[in-house]
């Protein structure tokens, strides 16, 4: 391919010369040869070198593959050696007519022929050689028998400069075959290289840097045309606690076979690529309908739900979907990816186990969230932001232990916004490090106004956790307010210990040094609770109140049982959550729990409304208190009368 593009560059030009020459060699013969020898031949031979260069001149070797090229080389090399006898039979038949100045332009047509051939041919050597041997055969030849000293010399100088250009030709060739080699090697390097870097290590998958480029690819190829194409996202839902669980080296042979699986997926229409940790990204050409693009990803769900066995050990990971398509006002790669990485968080959230097709739903829920952005950021906080107190019982005494703070936000702009609205839209924004400092403060004022015995429970986000700087200023509020630290408890969910298990360990243990108790909050929820609370340093545990919407049952209850005994074996205090009706309380006493929260118990509620149930409880505590005491002094008094 190389060698016919190199030629290309050349040919043309030397079939000109070719007419050039002859044409001038007519010339000088017009009068002195036959008509058909000084205008029939050169006329007709004129003309197919002509044909020739045009042919040479439109042609695209690009767009030949190796045989066709191949063939066009031979073929050239034999119209070479037609070309070559008919020009020099024509010369040499001329040359028999007109005098010595005739016959020399005949010798100099000859040499011009030859150099120009070799020059002209370089990068096709045996059609050079073939042009050389013929041409110059018959002119030495010519030369030698006609016994003319003068053509014996022009003969012996023309064969010498032949001789010296074709070694030149077979050189320069020789360095063109050497660098054509070498340039194979070197483009075979670089694709190798250009592979490598689209290529994940682990898996054998194409990478992330791929599957954006794809991406831009499918992107173009569908704009302004009918052309669709959709994106999922796929992410392991339990490989987190089997890395923690088992180590890289088992996490990484997990991945692996998930790439195995996924690379079965893919084919001419489907890209599968590994975008990083344990996310996975493919791009779906054409797909018949959203319906069978979710189907293809389900079906890629359910194979990476399926068991994996390393050694003795086998695991189930479990694996969740998002599915986006492009739509026709935006075709931004960064936008369609973020709408399938929120149908995935919708898929962990609320389908775990599934794919999830991103919809006009989701894209408002997207519109609403950043309107909370927007108005978070523009929030006087300090006045907008209140905390209302939940009552959590203690079923030994009957009283109020302490009170959870859930905070409160009214937006000016949006009215009353749910607590787990503002929160997710503070970490989003980087601002949740803010909010809870500022409610924790607010929290710890409100509590210097509850009676000595009350304690207070606060929620943590898990970027609260992740922050050495925010636990060094929630330890500073602590300090700052006055308030006994063994007082506050702080919640974290088992999300928070994920994120980081070994830095959310270390800012446990920072937190308690102080003398504040820690609870892990929703337990039960996620995968491997079990594993986590013997590791870390706790006080208390909260059981998660979608338990008690089963209790009435046997398997719920045993549920309950089984972690409020763990609780007691481990020495920490069980809080059970969701409360709302007697019955659940009384399952929750009798089967041990120390602590409960819910409805039944007492809604959230303003500091003010909090402040006078535990002034009624404490009047009610201290009438119980001077009934038993009479009630003791009147026995005593009894007795004595007895005496």
């Known amino acids: 391919m190389r060698q016919l593009a190199e030629l290309q560059k050349h040919i043309p030009s030397l079939y000109g010369l070719l007419s050039v020459n002859a044409g001038a060699l007519a010339v000088t013969h017009y009068g002195l040869a036959p008509a058909y020898l000084t205008l029939g031949i050169p006329g007709t031979v004129i003309a197919l070198c002509l044909l020739r260069a045009i042919h040479w001149w439109r042609l695209r070797p690009e767009t030949l593959d190796e045989a066709q090229a191949a063939r066009h080389l031979r073929r050239t090399t034999l119209l070479t050696v037609f070309f070559s006898v008919a020009f020099v039979i024509w010369a040499m038949v001329l040359n028999t007519f007109g005098g010595p100045y005739e016959q020399g332009h005949v010798a100099i047509f000859v040499a011009v022929t030859v150099i120009a051939c070799i020059f002209c041919l370089t990068y096709l050597p045996l059609a050079a050689f073939l042009v050389t041997g013929i041409v110059m055969g018959v002119f030495l030849f010519c030369c030698v028998t006609s016994g003319n000293h003068v053509f014996l010399a022009i003969a012996a100088n023309t064969a010498f400069v032949t001789a010296v250009m074709v070694r030149i030709l077979n050189t320069n060739y020789r360095a063109f075959v050497a660098l054509v080699a070498s340039q194979a090697v070197a483009s075979r390097l670089s694709e190798e290289n250009a592979r490598l870097a689209q290529t994940d290590s682990l898996t054998g998958l194409p990478n992330r840097r791929y599957f954006f480029q794809k991406l831009d690819e499918a992107l173009r190829s569908s704009s302004g045309a009918d ?35 996924l690379a079965a997926f893919a084919g001419a229409d489907v890209v599968v690529t590994r975008l990083g940790g344990d996310e996975f990204g493919v791009i779906l050409r054409a797909p018949a309908s959203a319906a069978a693009a979710l189907a293809f990803c389900d079906g890629v769900c359910t194979a990476l739900q399926r068991p994996i066995r390393i050694g003795d050990i086998q695991v189930v990971t479990g694996c969740s979907g998002g599915l986006a398509q492009p739509c026709r006002i935006s075709h931004d790669a960064d936008a369609l990816f973020d709408r399938a990485d929120y149908a995935l968080y919708h898929s962990k959230e609320q389908r ?48 109020t232990a302490f009170v959870e703070g859930l905070a409160r936000w009214t937006s000016p702009t949006l009215g009353r916004v749910a607590p787990d609205r503002f929160i997710a839209a503070a970490e989003r924004g980087g601002m949740i490090h803010t909010v809870t400092l500022l409610l924790l403060r607010k929290a710890l004022a409100d509590c210097a106004q509850l009676p000595p015995g009350t304690g207070l429970s606060f929620n943590l986000s898990a970027h609260d956790l992740a922050s050495p700087e925010t636990v060094l200023s929630i330890l500073a509020a602590v300090r700052g307010s006055g308030i006994d630290p063994r007082r506050l408890t702080l919640e974290l969910t088992e999300t928070a210990l994920m994120r980081d298990f070994d830095h959310a360990k270390a800012a446990i243990t920072t937190l308690r040094s102080l003398g504040i108790k820690i609870a892990l909050d929703d337990f039960g929820t996620g995968y491997s609770s079990l594993g986590y609370v013997h590791r870390l340093p706790l006080d208390k545990i909260k059981i998660d109140r979608g338990f008690m919407a089963d209790i009435d049952t046997d398997r719920g209850c045993s549920l309950v049982s089984t972690i409020l005994d763990l609780c007691r074996n481990l020495g920490l205090d069980g809080i059970v959550e969701g409360i709302e009706t007697e019955a659940q309380l009384d399952v929750a006493r009798r089967h041990g729990s120390r602590y409960a929260q819910g409805y039944h118990i007492g809604r959230p509620m303003p500091l003010g409304d909090l402040l006078e149930r535990l002034e009624r409880e404490g009047a009610a505590e201290a009438k119980v208190a001077a009934e038993a005491a009479a009630e003791a002094a009147a026995e005593a008094g009894t007795v004595r009368r007895r005496a």
Do not use: C, W
């Open 227 to 261: 052309t669709p194409f959709a994106l999922a996202i796929f992410d392991l839902d339990r490989f987190k606690p089997i890395n923690d669980t088992y180590g890289h080296n088992v996490g990484d042979r997990v991945l692996a076979e998930a790439g195995r699986r």
């Open 352 to 399: 775990r186990g599934a794919t999830t097709l991103f919809s006009q739903e989701h894209k408002d829920a997207i519109r609403a969230e950043q309107a909370v952005e927007t108005a978070l950021r523009t929030a006087d906080l300090a006045a907008e932001m209140v905390l209302h107190y939940q009552p959590v019982l203690d079923l030994e005494t009957g009283r």
